[in-house]
């Protein structure tokens, strides 16, 4: 009992320590937001700051919830439409263009510690709800939706920045071609690669939640082995209860969980309903990342199909015009080559983002096999 109490505290404790490092973050994007609006200037009239204002005021009054998540989130859209997407329409420019011309560097720290702040706020709320399920809270998810779409924000960003200075696709060879279609300036190609590094990014937080399972499968190693060395008698699942308590809401705890439970009763066909859940959530937030991947090669599709109805349209009409005359459709064809790019782009986004995701489905499983060993091994050893 004394145990399952220290437990609880520690968990406590470790609750409130990532509420402050949240706390931490919202700060951190004020003042990056705060640089963004005297180094860009406010728009007239101000409707988008007010209200971004006035949400984000609210959100840090409260600490956390969906006043924080929205405020960050119009945060990062002030800053992305007031100057560049606004300079962009303004000029005719592509996001590219814009990019490369102005300084960006508020921009990449708001969307950069705005990441921050989404990712942390949906990994703490996600822990709270894991512990208290009962009480009223809005929409819960294992990975945080907008956290993608900042954290996208700033690698796109980033990208056009490096890649402008970085990369010629001045050669016809293929890697210059490839060059070309990621530096395409067309809305399509911008939104694939925007789209390209929302999933990349999706899958880096799954990453980092895969890496901190595998150090709580080290650390309850290192308690099995620590209880057997002192000639403790305690079986694995109060071990994992009263030593891991704090982690209870990640996948690494609930695979254990029910390794401890299939090997007790000798089944591995009656998960309890916590597992269940995290299942769930875990499966909700996997499928979202596929229904976005199919969009990928759609997007390319899209552009090529736009382009070539732009080509059709441009033949020339008067075809019965002056007879013998050659039809020159040289005109309208050129440059058709370049709207097969956003095909291009497209089906080599959406191979990279595939193979990283299949990867790390791949880690993940053997996540679960190794949670198996090690619960049979340490029974194996009590025995």
């Known amino acids: 009992m004394a145990d399952q109490r220290k437990a609880q505290d520690t968990a406590e404790a470790k609750l409130r320590i990532e509420f402050w490092r949240l706390r931490t973050y919202s700060f951190g994007f004020v003042a990056a937001f705060v640089l963004h609006l005297a180094f860009d200037g406010v728009e007239r009239p101000p409707v988008l700051l007010s209200i971004a204002v006035l949400t984000l005021s609210i959100g840090i009054w409260m600490g956390q919830g969906p006043w924080l998540r929205s405020g960050v989130m119009l945060g990062i859209v002030h800053a992305l439409v007031f100057p560049i997407i ?31 702040v989404l990712v942390t706020e949906g990994e703490l709320s996600f822990a709270q709800f894991w512990r208290r399920p009962t009480k009223r809270r809005p929409a819960i998810e294992i990975q945080s939706i907008p956290s993608a779409i900042a954290l996208g924000s700033f690698l796109t960003l980033a990208f056009y920045l490096c890649a402008h200075h970085a990369l010629s696709p001045s050669t016809k060879q293929t890697s210059g071609i490839i060059v070309s279609a990621m530096l395409g300036g067309t809305i399509v190609h911008s939104a694939i690669i925007f789209l390209f590094f929302v999933i990349l990014s999706s899958i880096m937080h799954a990453s980092q939640l895969y890496l901190a399972d595998r150090s709580i499968l080290a650390a309850f ?17 109060s071990i994992l209860s009263d030593k891991l308590d704090a982690v209870a809401h990640t996948r690494a705890f609930r695979l254990l969980s029910a390794a401890i439970e299939a090997k007790a009763s000798g089944s591995k066909t009656r998960p309890d309903l916590a597992i269940l859940s995290f299942d769930g959530f875990h499966f909700a937030s996997r499928h979202f990342v596929r229904a976005l991947l199919t969009f990928l090669p759609l997007l390319g599709f899209l552009g090529t199909v736009i382009g070539l109805a732009v080509a059709i349209s441009e033949l020339p009409h008067g075809m019965a015009e002056g007879a013998g005359q050659a039809l020159d459709i040289s005109a309208s064809l050129a440059g058709l080559a370049v709207k097969f790019e956003t095909t291009l782009l497209g089906l080599i986004a959406s191979m990279i983002c595939s193979l990283s995701l299949g990867f790390l489905e791949k880690r993940e499983a053997e996540l679960a096999a190794t949670c198996m060993l090690i619960v049979k091994d340490a029974g194996e050893r009590d025995a």
Do not use: Y
């Open 221 to 237: 190693g290192r308690l099995v082995e620590a209880d057997r060395k002192a000639g403790a008698t305690r079986d694995l699942a």
């Open 86 to 116: 606004q300079q962009a329409i303004a000029n005719g420019e592509s996001i590219v263009a814009v990019v490369a011309r102005i300084p960006v560097w508020p921009q990449l720290l708001v969307t950069l510690i705005g990441s921050r």
